[in-house]
Every structure is written in structure tokens, then in C-alpha cells.
């Protein structure tokens, strides 16, 4: 199209009014007025001749322009935009952008150029400011939304990491105060949605404050934005229409940067074990429960787990992080593992170059990076040099304690989700009429790392029925699912709905619903859509209306008497659902045909099998040998193929005798071996797992190898020069761990919470042992700001021979000795260090006597 500049003077009542930018057939249209009294410029949206958004003011103030009034217009042009893109994730992976962007053009005092650029499209109205010229830093936006006082609103208060929830109230009567983006509200029956887009290190993120009578003004987080040159800021973006326009639109998305990732074909979204809610913080920091989540994951089909906070606070995580072990693990059952990363340890390029190699070269495949908590510029350009470095690396994101997504999904598509959202995590406030908020106002604007499936938590605000709903009500790339497994195995229900469930979409419908009260929306996936529905308040009936011509099969999952239920339905009319109070239902329809039975398809995962080893555990000393029984059994339907079985040993171990080998294992057959092995001759001392180890593949001649097994527990221990024994003790640490204190292991030794331990002595000289805080309670020193603090004393014969300072699980293993010379009772005591933590978990490592 040819750029077209107009003179601007038409003159009425003092308003310059320059004619609408065009918009498409039954879309919203943007009128832009100049009041050439002020020189003040304001912008309203219409739909169908009726106001949605009253004149608005924009503009922008610099440091060395006041762009906000006494401007000038001096011409207009106009393009068309016509875009196709696709995204990894979201309501719609192909997009199609059709809009028509006009750029009003102004000059103000002194003769600085201001552009305010507006974009209409079917679904919105965006617009933006491009300051051809360096005016300075940029310290605040007139930028307004005026909406009409009496307009429905659904708002959040503001918070740095955009979890507050999703009040109903009214425009003209909400508190005077701080909102979040986005904000929705109703006008007559029309819906105005409003968020920003394209938002990076250029510019500051903003949010809104209501300064009363419906007037929503814009405020950057930044006072100063940094400006180096020509400037455009972000869009100012409104989504304009129905219920329907607002929850199915791509607008934000379709305004942000194209893609700065070249190949795709290595980002795959897909649902992921969430073991936090299910395990909380003590689960992070066990290898056993972590490989426990990844079998079920694997059962599943699921191709994540997310191993969440505490995993890596030990300060030698590099060395003793059993993280390499388990991305191992994973990778032979066809599960990734992604971790929890702290922004501090992330946050300059120099920890990034020391801390993400680390997690690249052990195979991790995403990272769930939280505590940004910032909108501010500074936070943006942190953004921007992370996003293409974790690109580079193949990483998938999911960012917590994050802004919103603003196109970044587009732009970076490796980003499959972002928190920002009052979440399950929460234990207020998430409440049926907030869940039934959220897929019109949060997870417009993108993936919504909510974390649902939580069916152990007996507080929650709705049934099992509402609670499954989310797992397509809201879209999440990786969609964390927060239950425990024996949760979904107790609702078998629900397992097989979230077995089907995919996390990515090709097209998004809302089918009924309002914010606060119900929604009924469906996904599809290929051939197939999935469906959710949900209420807040009293239980009713919901309708599922046809998904198109002819006859569907649609199976239904709903709140029964006492447990789900499942209803299965062939039909080319819409379904009327009973849904219980505060409940929901979910259901997965596909063309019905002749002979149909079921919609679900093979879920492919890992064919289950069992291994039983013996013995459970052994205690050996460097150099001796014992022996390990073990039986594979193929539970399967399935025969197995190629089936390699063997005990797997630590490094400089040895093995006596073959692996069993079989090519093809029925189902219901087993194979079983026994070996002899080896303990080097400088192992890792304290507790090593020596799994039996059964390799095979699901198919003859496939391409995948599966692994599955069980492990002998070895207590590994050194002995002592002759004269030393060692004090009697649980070896264990009192989670059940090895013994280990400022990154040091040992194979013997006492761990325990506060108490004393006596001794009766014979002829000895000298105690000695290595103490501190046990490793374990490390993760939690940046939740508590505490950790353990504990005081170690040992007493003969009622006299204190040694007493240490307080010590902290952030210090280092302290060797200590004491004098037992004519000593007849030794007492160990470890003591609290004063602040009444809990996590007083102590070590005596090695301790031992010197005696004749």
C-alpha cells in the first residue's frame, strides 16, 4: 500500500478529529482526537457505534520533551499488516495476523516528533509511541483508560510477581489503588481486555492505577526509563469483543517480534511431574522419591519431571548432586528432568557461564527460574540476554516470580510457561469464583504455570470434577501437574484423562461461561477436543454443544455421589452436564464411526515390568565382596525384546559373572541372575545404591531402550588403625541419608536431632570425630533463613572436655578432639544453638576412640 499523508483540519467544538484507522468487518475501530486548544491527543475504541473506551489520553514525557500536550498533528499514513506464524505452545499454534496499522504523526513544542502508531485488527486495538529522534530517558505516559464508571470489572491488585486474585467490582466504585495487567471489563455487554505486548529491556513494564471514576492510568515500574536514540515503546493492547473474542485472541502475541529461534524441532511441550506439592521440599533432595515421580512419569507417557527448590543448596552441589544420576536415570525411560533455578544464582553473565554449563552438560532439559519479582528495565534486560543463551543450550523456561508473558511465546518460543498467576501454591484465596476468573484475564495473554491436578489437598475449593476441568481450562506448555501419584492412581478416572491430555493446541473455543461464575471451553488437538467446564457456587447444568455436524463420541468425566464418574455419549446434539457445587467435569470428543468405542489413543508409555533384588542391603568395607540376586518379570501385555540384565556399579567396583542376556521376553516371563561384586578399593563411603539393571525395547528392531530396576543398598565404611573403634551410632543421618557436613561424607558416625549419647570407656586417651550440621537441611537455609544451629559438647565423667561455638549448616566440617584420659563415661551431647529452628539435624562423623 502506498503511504499517504493527509493535512489534518477539520474543526469541531476545539477537537481536531482525524477520521478512524480502518478496521475489519464487525471489529472494534480506534477514533484519535486532538484538542488543539491543549494540544492534548486522546484515543477511544468504538464497536458497532457504541463507545467501549471513552477518550483516553496518550502520550509520553521524556527528559527533554513533554509529548503529552501542546502537539501538533502534521500528517498520517497507513499499511496493512499481514502476518502467518506458528508458536510451540498455546491456544493456537498457526497464526494469521490481518490488521491495518495507521501511524498519527505530531510535532510538539520545541519540535520534537512524536508517532503514535495504532493497530486494529478483528479481536483488539493496540497502539504505541515511536520517538524518532533521542529526547532522553523517558520518565512517565499519559497513557489512560477511561472506561465507563458503571462497566462489570475484573481485577487483581498489584504485586511484583502478579499473584494476587481476580476480584469482580466495578469500574467506577474499585478501590483507588495498584492493578495488575491485564484488567478485564464488561461494557454493555461488549468486553475490553487490556495488557501490553512486546515488552523487553528497550522500555519498562508498566501496570494500572485507578485514580477514580473508571480512570485507569498507566505507571511504569521505572521512574526513568533508559533511552539510547530512536525509541518505540511497547503496545498499549486492547482486546475488544466478546467473551469469546477476549479468551480465544492471539492479539498479544500477533504485536511481539517474530521468532528469534531458527530451529523449533527440539521444543516439545508436554505435561510434567510436579513433585513439590506432592513431595514438598524434602522430595527435591531425595533421589529415590525423585526416581519414584520419574517411573510414574514414564507409565504415564508424561515426558517431565521438575525437580523444584532445595536440590542444589549444598555449597558443593557441583561435586555430591545426584541430579546427573537421575537425568540418567530419566533418559532410559524416556523422561526429561528439568530444575528449579534461583535468579540469584543466574543473574549476571559470569554466574551464568559458571552455573548453566553445568546443568547443560548433565542433560537437564528445562529450567523453572524463579524470584525475578521485577517489571523494572534493568530486570527486562536480563531477559534479553538469558533468553537466547538458554536457547543456545536447548533449554526449555518456565519463569517463576516472573512478569507477564507479553509475546514472548512468539518471539521465544524454548518458553513454554510463566507463573504470574495466584496459583495452587497458594493456601488463601484460590477460590472457585478466582478459577473460573483466570481463562478470561490471566491465561489470555499466555501460558499459565497455575499447576493443577493437586487431588490430595483436601482444602481445595472444588470437587474432583472442577479440579481435572483445569487440566484444559488453563494452557500451559508444560503443564506441572501438582498431584502425588497415589492420588491419581486412588482416581483412576483421572489418570486416563490426563494420559490423553496434551498440552499444546491447534485451535481454542470458548463454548459459555462469565468471569467469577462458570466457563465451558474447548481445545482440539488434532482430530480430537478436549473439553473442561467449571462453576463456582451452586451446582447447575452445563451445556456442551456440538463440536460440528454429524455424530460425536464424547466421553465425559464428572463429579459422581462420592467419585467421578464416566459417561460416555454418541450424539450430534449439544449435552447437558449436571455439575456439582463448586464443580466441574471434563471430556475428550473425536467423530464417532462405526465400531468406535473410545477417543483415547495409545499413550505409549514405558510397558510396565518388575525387578525384586536381594539383598536389601549389605555393609562392606573397601576390597570385600558380596553377592546380588535379582528377577526381571515383564508385566506387560507386550512381548519385550533384546533384555539385558546386570548389576550397575559405582566407578572402580568390579563385577564376577555375565550379564543374563535374552531376546525376547514374553509377557508374564522372567529371567533372573546372581553376580558377585567387588567393592573398590577407595570407594565413596556411606550409602551407594547398586541397582540390577534390566535394559530392553518395547518393539524388535525399535529404536528406544528402556531401563528398569532395583538397587542393593550398600553401607560402604572404612576400618581403623588398629587401637581406634569407632563409637556405636545409626550411621545414618536422621532422614535417613548418608552422613555428610560441609560437602564431607562418612561411613560412620551418629546423626541426631538435640540428645546425648553415653559411652561407657575402658582404658582410652582421645575422642575425636568431625561435626556440623548435616548437609541435608542445607536446602532449606534460604526459605527459613536459618537452617540448623546446633552446639556440640562432649562430657566425661559430668565435665565438659570440649565445647564447640554455635555452628551453622552453612559451615564448614569441624574436626574436633577431646582428651578421655581416666574418662569412665563419655557423653555426647549435641544442643540447640539458641534460635529454636527445627532443623537441628547434627553429624558426628567418624567419631572413634583412641584406646589401649
Not at 514525557?61 to 510451540?88: A, C, F, H, M, W
Request: hydrophobic share 35%.
Amino acid at each position: 500500500m502506498a503511504v499517504r499523508t493527509v493535512t489534518l483540519c477539520a474543526l469541531v467544538a476545539g477537537l481536531i478529529v482525524v477520521p478512524p484507522a480502518s478496521a475489519q468487518f464487525n471489529g472494534p475501530k480506534a477514533v484519535v482526537t486532538n484538542d488543539s486548544a491543549t494540544g492534548t491527543v486522546a484515543l477511544s475504541v468504538t464497536v458497532g457505534g457504541k463507545t467501549v473506551l471513552d477518550p483516553s489520553p496518550v502520550g509520553i514525557i521524556t527528559e527533554r520533551s513533554d509529548l503529552s500536550k501542546n502537539l501538533k498533528p502534521v500528517g498520517r499514513s497507513q499499511r496493512k499488516v499481514l502476518e502467518r506464524y506458528e508458536t510451540t505452545v498455546g491456544k493456537k499454534r498457526n497464526r494469521f495476523v490481518d490488521a491495518t496499522e495507521t501511524t498519527y504523526e505530531y510535532v510538539g513544542a520545541g519540535g520534537a516528533r512524536l508517532d503514535l502508531v495504532v493497530r486494529t485488527s478483528r479481536d483488539g486495538v493496540a497502539y504505541r509511541y515511536e520517538l524518532p529522534q533521542d529526547t532522553g530517558a523517558v520518565l512517565g505516559e499519559a497513557s489512560a483508560f477511561h472506561v465507563p464508571a458503571t462497566a462489570t470489572a475484573w481485577l487483581a491488585k498489584f504485586r511484583r510477581d502478579y499473584e494476587n486474585p481476580f476480584i469482580q467490582m466495578t469500574a467506577g466504585t474499585a478501590e483507588q489503588a495498584e492493578y495488575m495487567h491485564p484488567a478485564l471489563f464488561d461494557v454493555g455487554g461488549t468486553y475490553l481486555f487490556v495488557s501490553e505486548s512486546d515488552v523487553d529491556g528497550r522500555y519498562s513494564g508498566g501496570h494500572l492505577v485507578h485514580t477514580g471514576a473508571g480512570k485507569f492510568q498507566m505507571k511504569l515500574w521505572d521512574e526513568k526509563v533508559l533511552v539510547s536514540g530512536a525509541l518505540k515503546t511497547p503496545w498499549r493492547t486492547m482486546i475488544v469483543g466478546s467473551l469469546a473474542t477476549v479468551t480465544e485472541s492471539t492479539l498479544v502475541d500477533d504485536l511481539a517480534p517474530p521468532s528469534r529461534i531458527r530451529d523449533t524441532s527440539w521444543i516439545k511441550p508436554g505435561p510434567a511431574v510436579w513433585t513439590w506439592i506432592a513431595g514438598g521440599r524434602g522430595a527435591q533432595q531425595d533421589l529415590v522419591r525423585q526416581k519414584e515421580f520419574v517411573d510414574y512419569a514414564a507409565a504415564r507417557g508424561w515426558p517431565y519431571v521438575v525437580v523444584d527448590a532445595g536440590w542444589y543448596d549444598d555449597p558443593n552441589w557441583r561435586q555430591t548432586s545426584w541430579i546427573p544420576e537421575l537425568v540418567q536415570y530419566a533418559a532410559a525411560r524416556g523422561v526429561g528432568i528439568h530444575t528449579w533455578v534461583r535468579f540469584s544464582s543466574v543473574d549476571t553473565p559470569d554466574k551464568r557461564k559458571d552455573y548453566l554449563p553445568y546443568l547443560e552438560k548433565w542433560g537437564v532439559q528445562g529450567l523453572k527460574i524463579d524470584f525475578m519479582d521485577s517489571d523494572g528495565q534493568e530486570r527486562y534486560r536480563w531477559y534479553d540476554e538469558i533468553l537466547p543463551e538458554t536457547a543456545k543450550m536447548h533449554f526449555l523456561i518456565n519463569f517463576h516470580g516472573a512478569t507477564l508473558p507479553h509475546g514472548i511465546h512468539r518471539t521465544w518460543p524454548h518458553v513454554m510457561t510463566t507463573e504470574a498467576v495466584h496459583g495452587a501454591e497458594k493456601s488463601t484465596g484460590v477460590t472457585t469464583s478466582h478459577l473460573t476468573a483466570l481463562p478470561f484475564t490471566r491465561n489470555v495473554v499466555g501460558g499459565m504455570d497455575y499447576t493443577p491436578g493437586a487431588f490430595h489437598r483436601t482444602n481445595r475449593s472444588n470437587t474432583d470434577g472442577g479440579e481435572l476441568a483445569l487440566s484444559v481450562l488453563f494452557e500451559s506448555g508444560i503443564q506441572n501437574l501438582a498431584g502425588r501419584p497415589d492420588s491419581y492412581d486412588a482416581r483412576p478416572l483421572v489418570r486416563w484423562f490426563l494420559e490423553q491430555t496434551p498440552t499444546a493446541w491447534d485451535e481454542t473455543r470458548l463454548l459459555s461461561g462469565r468471569p467469577t461464575e462458570s466457563i465451558v471451553m474447548a481445545r482440539r488437538s488434532g482430530d480430537r477436543w478436549f473439553v473442561g467446564g467449571a462453576v463456582s457456587g451452586d451446582a447447575r447444568t452445563l451445556d456442551l454443544p456440538a463440536l460440528g455436524n454429524g455424530k460425536w463420541l464424547v466421553e465425559v468425566v464428572r463429579d459422581g455421589t462420592g467419585a467421578l464418574v464416566k459417561e460416555d455419549h454418541v450424539t450430534s446434539e449439544k449435552l447437558s452436564i449436571p455439575v456439582a457445587k463448586d464443580g466441574g467435569f471434563a471430556a475428550l470428543a473425536c467423530r464417532w464411526r462405526p465400531g468406535r468405542t473410545t477417543c483415547a489413543e495409545p499413550t505409549y508409555g514405558v510397558p510396565p515390568t518388575t525387578v525384586v533384588t536381594t539383598p536389601a542391603q549389605v555393609s562392606v568395607q573397601p576390597g570385600q565382596s558380596f553377592e546380588i540376586g535379582s528377577t526381571f518379570t515383564n508385566t506387560s501385555t507386550q512381548p519385550l525384546y533384546e533384555v539385558t540384565f546386570a548389576p550397575r556399579l559405582p566407578d572402580g567396583w568390579n563385577l564376577r559373572s555375565a550379564p543374563v542376556r535374552a531376546f525376547r521376553v514374553a509377557p508374564g516371563e522372567s529371567i533372573s541372575g546372581k553376580w558377585t561384586v567387588t567393592v573398590g578399593a577407595n570407594p565413596v563411603v556411606g550409602l551407594t545404591d547398586v541397582p540390577a539393571v534390566a535394559k530392553y525395547k518395547p518393539f524388535l528392531h525399535g529404536r528406544g531402550t528402556f531401563e528398569a530396576e532395583k538397587a542393593t543398598r550398600t553401607h560402604v565404611w572404612k576400618p581403623l588403625p588398629a587401637g581406634q573403634s569407632y563409637v556405636a551410632g545409626n550411621d545414618r543421618s536422621v532422614e535417613g541419608r548418608t552422613l555428610t557436613t560441609g560437602g564431607v561424607r562418612f561411613g560412620k558416625g551418629i546423626g541426631t536431632t538435640p540428645a546425648e549419647v553415653t559411652v561407657a570407656l575402658g582404658t582410652c586417651k582421645a575422642f575425636n570425630a568431625t561435626v556440623g550440621v548435616d548437609d541435608e537441611v542445607d536446602g532449606r537455609v534460604d526459605r527459613a533463613f536459618a537452617g540448623g544451629t546446633v552446639v556440640f559438647s562432649v562430657i566425661g565423667d559430668g565435665r565438659v572436655l570440649y565445647q564447640s561455638a554455635v555452628l551453622k549448616s552453612t559451615d564448614q566440617a569441624l574436626p574436633i578432639t577431646a582428651d578421655v584420659t581416666g574418662v569412665k563415661s563419655l557423653t555426647l551431647k549435641v544442643s540447640d544453638g539458641g534460635d529454636g529452628t527445627s532443623l537441628d539435624n547434627a553429624v558426628w562423623g567418624d567419631a572413634r576412640l583412641t584406646c589401649e
